[in-house]
């Protein structure tokens, strides 16, 4: 395992992998949208095919690149339209409105009073 691999394995927070790989950032973006934020740069490394044939050096550059294009993909956009974790995908195909939900409501003989 290289040092930079050893180094990301001590990590926790979105803003340690962000100063690691000195990208700039907004706090506000950053603390709304942490998780995706990793969850989306680890979905960039695994598209990556031959990140293991790759030095340490050109391994830095590409995981860095990873990270901004992740932390920008929030920066222009948010959680709902990335839809990066499951219950946003899955969010469009079972949303209703209010209408939909008072329909699966028992009839009632008698309308509660209006107040």
């Known amino acids: 395992m290289n040092n930079m691999i050893k180094q990301l394995t001590q990590f926790s927070a979105a803003e340690e992998f962000l100063d690691y790989f000195g990208i700039p950032y907004d706090e506000t973006v950053v603390n709304v949208n942490r998780l995706h934020i990793l969850k989306r740069f680890y979905q960039y490394m695994r598209q990556e095919k031959n990140l293991g044939s790759l030095d340490e050096a050109a391994m830095t550059v590409q995981y860095r690149a990873f990270l901004l294009r992740a932390y920008e993909d929030f920066v222009?956009?948010?959680?709902a339209q990335e839809k990066v974790f499951k219950v946003f995908q899955d969010a469009d195909a079972k949303s209703f409105?209010?209408?939909?939900?008072?329909?699966t409501l028992p009839v009632s003989s008698q309308e509660p009073p209006c107040t």
């Not at 222009?76 to 959680?79: E, K, L, V, Y």
């Not at 409105?97 to 329909?103: A, E, Y």
């Open 76 to 79: 222009h956009s948010n959680a």
């Open 97 to 103: 409105g209010l209408d939909k939900l008072k329909s």
